[in-house]
Antibody
Framework: EVQLLESGGGLVQPGGSLRLACVAS????????MTWVRQVPGQGLEWVST????????RYADSVEGRFIISRDNSRNMLYLRMDSLRAEDTAVYYC?????????????WGQGTLVTVSS | EILMTQSPAALSVSPGERVTLSCRAS??????LAWYQQKPGQAPRLLIY???TRATGVPARFSGSGSGTDFTLTINSLQSEDFAVYYC?????????FGGGTKVEI
């Protein structure tokens, strides 16, 4: 059974930093590109960042480019999102998700999310 | 950036009815369109990809159609468990973008 479990969310002040983590199980993690998607409570979904299976390729939404860094550790089945210079508008539930198919930019399994609140 | 527009934003229906949800892309995405279902307090669930292919385990009452810029998700004989928010997502180009969602409610 595929499982994705996020952690690391919490309350942080504007300008602060946070690192989210996602532990994966039930599939060959090192074969799958992974993604972070966020959702402001009560609102829609926003793609944040994607990393390739071998970490060679990364992509970011313009809204987080230069502030967030996606990474992974295939030996530990872990996905990370380092978030710096956080802003109030970064407040959201952050989901990690796996690619449904190689090179198909859609997501068949999602974690339950971790809430990040940026507020003073 | 490809903008995805869903309509209507919300609709009220009764169990057993047929529902049609629309999604329009600001640029052609060929058939690279996915649909997700999200229930309160849950993560999204992949329903349809490639505009018309049902994901594993998705009931046959869900069907998708369209190509280019206009897409439709149809739910035949709506069941109580189908009341949720539905999102479309283009998987054609970066940045990946989602529609604003359609809430299907009683």
């Amino acid at each position: 059974e595929v499982q994705l479990l996020e952690s690391g969310g919490g309350l942080v002040q504007p300008g602060g930093s946070l690192r989210l983590a996602c532990v994966a199980s039930g599939f060959t993690f090192s074969d799958s590109a992974m993604t972070w998607v966020r959702q402001v409570p009560g609102q829609g979904l926003e793609w944040v960042s994607t990393i390739g299976a071998d970490s060679k390729n990364t992509r970011y939404a313009d809204s987080v480019e230069g502030r967030f860094i996606i990474s992974r550790d295939n030996s530990r089945n872990m996905l990370y999102l380092r978030m710096d210079s956080l802003r109030a508008e970064d407040t959201a539930v952050y989901y990690c998700a796996k690619y449904a198919f190689t090179s198909a930019r859609l997501f068949d399994y999602w974690g339950q999310g971790t809430l990040v609140t940026v507020s003073s | 950036e490809i903008l995805m527009t869903q309509s209507p934003a919300a609709l009220s229906v009764s169990p057993g009815e047929r529902v049609t949800l629309s999604c329009r892309a600001s640029q052609r995405v060929t058939s690279k369109l996915a649909w997700y279902q999200q229930k309160p307090g849950q993560a999204p669930r992949l329903l349809i990809y490639g505009a018309s292919t049902r994901a594993t385990g998705v009931p046959a009452r869900f069907s998708g159609s369209g190509s280019g810029t206009d897409f439709t998700l149809t739910i035949n004989s709506l069941q109580s468990e189908d009341f949720a928010v539905y999102y479309c997502q283009q998987h054609s180009d970066w940045p990946l973008t989602f529609g604003g969602g359609t809430k299907v409610e009683i």
